[in-house]
């Protein structure tokens, strides 16, 4: 059976709007008073942005953005009373006041008109009079679309820019040149790669060799803001796509250099996989082992965890290549590289003890390991186990089918040792067999830190040799103890 033929632009144009009238109409308890309320003192009220787009691709949440010819004093009198929550989080001095009305968390804006002084990506707010001057500034013209929203609850659809042509055609375009869009605001180029991502769009060829020429202007901007854009990347439903252009572009250099160093030269007498796409490969596949949401966790460990490679490959005699404690390596470039983008403490480490973990299954072979080296498998990973399951098994991408099967099957053994022993032993909770008070007893130690000691040496003990007898625990202990003087 065939696909059925791609609908005319004009008929899917009329069907994405007909659809977005209904999501929106079933808004009307929240639409039609504010227009009602706008109209009622001379205000015009737009829903607008992401929201627009959204509504039209069928996508929309509950976060609703609108713009308004009303000041800020006026819109925060307006909602006074009828909101059921009114805050400002500072964005009342540009223009923005934030509520929430039912379910809907709203953020209604006045008409914008603001100048960049190019060196920060601060603008100097300026309120504007029309709907179109505010369009204009935006950053996408799939973003520039607006509805206005009447007294008498109807919708009007408003396109000046062309944002409708460019959401059927897939393609992110800015509404000005795309030179003065990304000198004003920098940000945008990375947004760019995130919306293709997200959308699954491409990049007008315009704003690809804006992006090209200008990535470097990517420095001026804050760390947390790039990491808040990088996340939503990977978290997007097309993230490798985005990565490629970040890549592509040079981008990635400036914020993520050690991503596109994976795109290691091969050459005739020594080969290997190709670093970069079998890392987006096992991007891919870790995405399709997710249970719901995007694991950030997990995505961001599929990307990075070889990224030791290059600063690890040797040239083996016999035309091998080797990339020996990568996974070290990598997990320290991980803590280095999250550290710079102002990820949190937890975040950084559970992505770099990933990496660092990727790679012990492969010492498994046929099932070699004793149920000690399984425990410490356990305990090693502790939380991340079900995230190590997946990245190993995102990180087979052999293109021979009985290697791979085997793979699978041997990991498949190596979980059913797991649970096997976990059912037994409780490894969640695994703790030496004597406590601190038994071992400052028996070995007639003072709280300190030889306590301590002695207890890493018994938690050490209990994960070679699993449960131990109270007896066998004293008397290793003791044995232990006479070694250490």
């Not at 190590?388 to 979980?415: G, P, S």
């Not at 601190?436 to 040496?457: D, H, Q, S």
Request: proline share 5%; charged share 30%.
């Amino acid at each position: 059976m065939t696909d059925p033929a791609p609908l005319p632009s004009e008929e899917r144009r009329t069907r994405l709007l007909a659809a977005a009238a209904v999501t929106l109409g079933g808004l009307a308890d929240v639409l039609t008073p504010l227009g009602e309320m706008f109209a009622a003192r001379g205000h015009e009220l737009y829903l607008v942005g992401g929201s627009v787009r959204d509504a039209v691709l069928g996508r929309l949440g509950t976060d609703l953005d609108f713009t308004t010819s009303a000041r800020p004093e006026q819109v925060q009198e307006l909602m006074r009373g009828w909101a059921d929550h009114l805050w400002d989080t500072g964005g009342l001095a540009f223009g923005t006041v934030s509520a929430a009305k039912a379910d809907q968390q709203l953020e209604i804006t006045t008409f914008r008109s603001d100048s960049y002084d190019r060196v920060s990506r601060n603008p100097e707010v300026t309120f504007g009079d029309t709907l179109e001057g505010d369009l204009v500034r935006r950053d996408f013209t799939v973003n520039a679309m607006a509805v206005k929203i009447a007294a008498d609850g109807s919708l009007e659809f408003v396109d000046p820019l062309g944002g409708m042509d460019a959401l059927l055609a897939g393609v992110l375009d800015t509404p000005a040149a795309p030179e003065d869009s990304f000198h004003d605001d920098p940000l945008r180029m990375l947004r760019a790669a995130r919306f293709v991502s997200q959308l699954g769009f491409e990049l007008a060829p315009r704003v690809r060799t804006a992006i090209e020429a200008m990535a470097g202007e990517i420095d001026r901007i804050t760390a947390e803001r790039v990491r808040t854009e990088l996340d939503k990347l990977i978290a997007g439903a097309h993230p490798i796509d985005g990565i490629n252009i970040m890549c592509e572009s040079g981008l990635a250099q400036r914020v993520l250099p050690e991503v596109p160093a994976m795109k290691l030269e091969i050459d005739e007498h020594h080969q290997h996989k190709d670093v970069y796409w079998h890392s987006l490969t096992v991007l891919r596949q870790a995405i399709d082992l997710e249970d719901g949401d995007p694991d950030l966790v997990l995505r961001w460990a599929a990307l990075l965890h070889d990224i030791g490679k290059p600063d690890t490959k040797r040239n083996e005699p016999g035309g091998g290549v080797s990339f020996h404690h990568h996974e070290v390596v990598g997990a320290k470039m991980v803590r280095k590289r999250m550290r710079a983008l102002k990820y949190p403490k937890q975040f950084t480490e559970e992505v770099a003890r990933l990496v660092f973990l990727h790679l012990r299954f492969h010492g498994y072979g046929k099932g070699q390991w004793t149920d000690s080296a399984v425990r410490r498998y356990v305990t090693d990973a502790d939380e991340l186990l079900p995230r190590l399951h997946k990245l190993v098994r995102a990180d087979c991408t052999t293109r021979n089918k009985r290697r791979a099967a085997a793979l699978q099957a041997t990991y498949d053994e190596l979980e059913t040792r797991i649970e096997r022993i976990q059912q037994e032993e409780d490894l969640a909770k695994v703790r030496p067999d004597l406590d601190g008070n038994a071992i400052m007893e028996l070995l007639g130690l003072p709280p300190g830190p030889e306590v301590g000691k002695a207890w890493r040496f018994l938690k050490e003990l209990r994960l070679d040799r699993g449960p131990l007898t109270r007896e066998e625990a004293e008397a290793a202990l003791l044995e232990w103890s006479k070694s250490q003087g």
